[in-house]
């Protein structure tokens, strides 16, 4: 008589379990950045007085540099997760046009927030406190003018996977439409992160 042999359940991973994590990291990235939104607080508007953008700097540095955490995590990691998701897609529905300006476009994107979130981290670490005012007011607007200026690849990201998923098949033209209005121009520094936060981070929740 035979021993009895039972099979080892496999623990590789599948492709579909892949795509699954890959597309959920849509979802991911939008509550990191809710997240990080609410712990790093109101940002000194565009001409504020050098003493107040160099007290709170300084006075928040702690909430900063954990809000650079979850900003690097959703911005940089997450969202380029879900654009190489969004890629895979594409390609494999013969949409491989739209699905390498999605990888373009992210990778902007990611290196984009990237500095701005390093300029942050820098300027609540140690710049703001070294009594610098004219740098530290400098700093603070040109993490305004990155905001604005990212409002371009991340409208080339929305408009390509509302594109390439549209002309696929995938998605709705209701959603296509959605997708369409969320790369309206974001111009209005005393409105962007107001906006970042509502119209441009719903398109990744959708089509997670």
């Known amino acids: 008589m035979s021993p009895s042999t039972t099979t080892a359940p496999s623990t590789t991973a599948t492709p579909n379990t892949w795509e699954k994590l890959w597309r959920g990291s849509g979802i991911n990235a939008v509550a990191l950045f809710i997240v990080g939104y609410f712990v ?3 940002l000194p508007r565009i001409g504020a007085p050098a003493d107040a953008v160099a007290a709170f700097y300084a006075s928040h540095h702690t909430r900063i540099l954990w809000a650079a955490v979850f900003f690097g995590l959703g911005g940089v990691l997450n969202l380029m997760w879900f654009a190489a998701a969004i890629r895979s897609t594409l390609r494999e529905a013969g949409q491989g046009g739209w699905g390498s300006a ?3 476009s ?5 290196a984009v927030f990237l500095v701005l979130v390093s300029v942050c981290a820098a300027l609540a ?3 703001a406190g070294a009594g610098n005012g004219a740098l530290t007011s400098g700093l603070n607007d040109l993490v ?5 200026m990212s409002s371009f690849p991340r409208a080339m990201l929305i408009m ?3 594109f390439g998923l ?3 098949g995938i998605i ?3 959603l296509f439409g959605a997708g369409v209005a969320a790369v309206g121009p974001r111009v209005d520094p005393r409105r962007e992160r107001r906006l970042e936060t509502s119209s441009c981070h719903a398109w990744p929740m959708v089509t997670s």
């Open 40 to 42: 790093f607080g109101s």
């Open 102 to 104: 999605a990888t373009a």
């Open 106 to 110: 992210s990778a902007a994107v990611g």
């Open 125 to 127: 670490y140690s710049i």
């Open 144 to 148: 305004w003018a990155g905001i604005v």
């Open 160 to 162: 390509s996977g509302s």
């Open 166 to 168: 549209w002309r696929a």
């Open 172 to 174: 709705s033209n209701r």
